[in-house]
C-alpha cells in the first residue's frame, strides 16, 4: 500500500504565507501526477493544484498567481506554496497521488490520499 503524509498547515493571518508538504511511502513502483485538493466546511473537495511527473503543473483559477506547485521526485514529496493567503483559502488540504504499487501478484494502479491537513486564513 501506500501512505501519505502531509504536514504544514495551521493558522495564518490574511496575506501571510504556508508551505503545505506531502511525502509518499509504501510500495511504491512509481508516481505520475501528484496534487492537493481541499475542501471547505460545507463545500465539495476541489483541486488546488497538480504536477505531474515531469514537472507539467495545473492550478484551480481561484489560486493561479498565489500558490505554487512543486515535487521532489527522488525523495516521492510534493509541495504546496502558498502566498497571499485570504480567509477563502480556508479548508482541509488533502494531497493525493496517482501512483502504481509492487504486488505479490504484480503492478497495479492506486489513487492514495493523505488524511488532510487543516489551514485556517483569519485574523
Known amino acids: 500500500q501506500v501512505q501519505l503524509v502531509e504536514s504544514g498547515g495551521g493558522l495564518v493571518q490574511p496575506g501571510g504565507s504556508l508551505r503545505l508538504s506531502c511525502a509518499a511511502s509504501?510500495?511504491?513502483?512509481?508516481?505520475?501526477?501528484m496534487g492537493w485538493h481541499r475542501q471547505a466546511p460545507g463545500k465539495q473537495r476541489e483541486l488546488v493544484a497538480a504536477?505531474?511527473?515531469?514537472?507539467?503543473?495545473n492550478y484551480a483559477d481561484s489560486v493561479k498567481g498565489r500558490f505554487t506547485i512543486s515535487r521532489d521526485n527522488g525523495n516521492n514529496t510534493v509541495y504546496l506554496q502558498m502566498n497571499s493567503l485570504k480567509p477563502e483559502d480556508t479548508a482541509v488540504y488533502y494531497c493525493?497521488?496517482?501512483?502504481?504499487?509492487?504486488?505479490?501478484?504484480?503492478?497495479?494502479?492506486?489513487?492514495?490520499w493523505g488524511q488532510g491537513t487543516l489551514v485556517t486564513v483569519s485574523s
Open positions: 493525493n497521488a496517482n501512483t502504481k504499487i509492487t504486488t505479490r501478484l504484480g503492478i497495479r494502479n492506486l489513487d492514495a
Open positions: 509504501g510500495s511504491i513502483f512509481s508516481i505520475n501526477a
Open positions: 504536477i505531474t511527473f515531469v514537472g507539467t503543473t
